[in-house]
């Protein structure tokens, strides 16, 4: 083995290895991968992976990862059948038995998934259809399942194998696999990656890629990587062989089948059956205390009821016992998702937290991104800066990965919020949330209201407004929500929007550097305000923030950049990534704390304690300027993400309680409300505004987000300027479009929409349209499809709504109210 190389991957797992074959595909050459097992029965989780791959998931991202995984892992296994070796895969398709009502529910809701991701050829199915699949289910037992043909068996480490020698082939002999090669160490030198310190000694290389899985953070944290998961143990067991399956010369007939009431899993041996179980209580391990393999000893005292409910569902395992058993360790992160991208050790790459359903996609999207600079897709979810601070937290990672583990298998709402650890980040305004009896969620660790109880006294003026939502439309909802909507619409709302972040970009070259960064024109005067997207070279939407010129005293070259508290690490990494070193760039947000005053109302309130002109002609819409509101000093910003008239007003943090107290009192003569985040949606939905992750992301352009509006081609030369040209010259081809629901229904998000039969595409945001009377949802939808009054159908939990492409936005369209 030599002793320098282009790339080092370190972990020869399925993530590792999928990366190694992408990366020689791409032109990559000299690429190590090492171990610390044996090749190719690794240490690591693919080794004892049960091998099954469930497709379906919430998340597009991840659906894509599988979607590519079994297309590319089946190409494999008909390669090597096709050369006398034995199966890589037994594609046999998936069940997921229904217990009881709610679950057949869910499992609808997990079909509408799989047609808004395009997954085809799944179908909910009877109990009868279930036992024609798999003669072993009790029929009487369940309600029915769900049904996906293209789910699978894949064995581990046959795919393995087959990965390193395609490697070999594509890198035309210069990818090397070494086992026992134990990494002790990285080699950095002025924040760069310079190699590996192994037990053979010091490896030098350009790139590393840490593939490390379950092992996470071990070498990392002390240079500041840090990579929030750990190690969950999982019980495997394996049956003596089955009277019903004697003399079965397939590995894999039946359908890999998941009983997620009772949190099992099951896949065939040949005449024996596995026995998956995560009904137990969390078994949680630090990376930095296992041991040299993913491999611990059975506690068959974590066993008893996962096997009690195994033989309920499949009568004949009773005649069976258990012929081998392990606890085999997998990686959980704190929200679930991989942990991909370049780390803050320049050349140091991640991509853990990878489970082998998902591990081929990931592979190859973050070869992509080693070579292009940009994965090919939206990896936001899998993003390694996608993390707040707290989050890399013991006490955090402890309670999240462990939550997760126990709610794999749960029926979670999308609106259900985590339980711990709760009140991590509080804003100054807290203590008046907790008075007006706030519904209190979490959001990035802020506390935030999602309506508040003291305004359950509107319900009586607005409540013939306000339609009802049934069972699983309407948990984690309150009609309080539309009530404070309408009466911001009628008068006005405080607004806690202390999670608002701001990136503060100065320096000489800071014009310059975010003229380049955005695509809109940010050379404005002083105290204008600008919203613009970030792109990538793709022209896909990075990031959708507004940016302000401050004030002269503060010299002209600074400037705030605007985005969501959600989203801050995401962001301030992005503009941090292409600083040049004439720009500093510095997150100030923890030092601001923010409210927003809007309604039609906003203006009679803030006039009677601020202090000079805030009238139109003295305060135009998307301008700035420093005031005092009382004794506090205020940076106004008169926008509204609500669509009122209004403002979003600054103050240092220790100002802030008294600033929502001044405005609160002062408003009592006008019916100002608070008003919380769920109002706050649906305000913004009738506007037609964005929201960044949901409605636009990097999948997608300005043109076709329909924020084309604020694009200036003109200004110069910026970051995704020659995409966007392209995509303008070859016309748009599929539109953002605002739907309305033509009767009654509610809508969550991520249901499939169709034309006569047709998918078309899925829902982004969804909310009722309080004033205007009518279920808003938005979707991408070719553009033969775009057009006002086309007619199609949105999908919620098995049901077919008719709704109508709208004008948009469906409520105020000159927006005239803002601009009062």
Known sequence: MQMKYRLIIVGAGIAGSSAAYHLAQLG?????????????????????????????????????????????????????????????????????????????????????????????????????????????????VIHGAYWTPFDAVAKGVRLLQAMARAAEQAGEGRVTFAGNTAVQDLITENGRIKGVLTAQGPIEAETVLWCTNIWGDVFTQKYGVHLPLMAAQHLYATTTPLAELKGETVEVRHPLMRHQDHAMYYRQHFDAYGVGSYQHVPLMMDPKQLGKTAKLPFTPEHFVEGWNSSVELMPALQHTQIATQFNGMFAFTTDGYPIMGETNVKGLWSAVGLWLTHAGGAGKAIAQWMTFGDPGLDLREADIVRFQKHYYSKRYIAARTAQNYDEVYDIIHPNEQITNPRHVRLSPFHARLVEQRGALAQSAGWEVAQWYEENARLLEKYEDQIPQRESWAGKFWSPIQGAEHLAVRESAGLFNLAALAIIEVAGPGALTYLNYLAANQIDKPVDRLVYTSLLNQRGGIVADVTIVRRGASSGPNKFWVITGGGVLPHDLAWIEQHAPEDVVVTDVSSAWATVGLWGPKAREVLASVAEGDVSNAGFPYYTAKPIFIDAVPVYALRVSYAGELGWELYTPTEYALRLWDVLWAAGRAHDLIAAGSGAFDSLRLEKGYRLWGTDIHTDYNPYEAGIGFAVKLDKGDFLGREALVNAKAEGVKQKLCCLTLTGPGALLGKEPIFSNGTRLGYVTSANYGYSIGKFIAYGYLPIEFAKTGTAVEIEFLGTRLPAVVSDEPVFDAKSARMKA
């Open 28 to 140: 990559w050459r000299d690429i190590l991968v090492i171990d610390k097992g044996e090749l190719f029965e690794i240490d690591g989780s693919t080794s004892h992976a049960p091998g099954g791959m469930f497709l379906t998931n919430s998340s597009k991202m991840m659906v894509e990862f599988a979607r590519y995984s079994r297309r590319w892992y089946g190409e494999l296994h008909d390669a090597a059948v096709a050369g006398g070796s034995e199966p890589l895969m037994y594609g046999v398709g998936g069940l997921e038995v229904a217990y009881n009502q709610e679950r057949m529910q869910d499992l609808q809701r997990r079909w509408g998934w799989a047609k808004s991701f395009g997954l085809e050829g799944a179908a909910v199915i009877t109990p009868t259809e279930v036992t024609a699949l798999n003669p072993l289910v009790d029929p009487k």
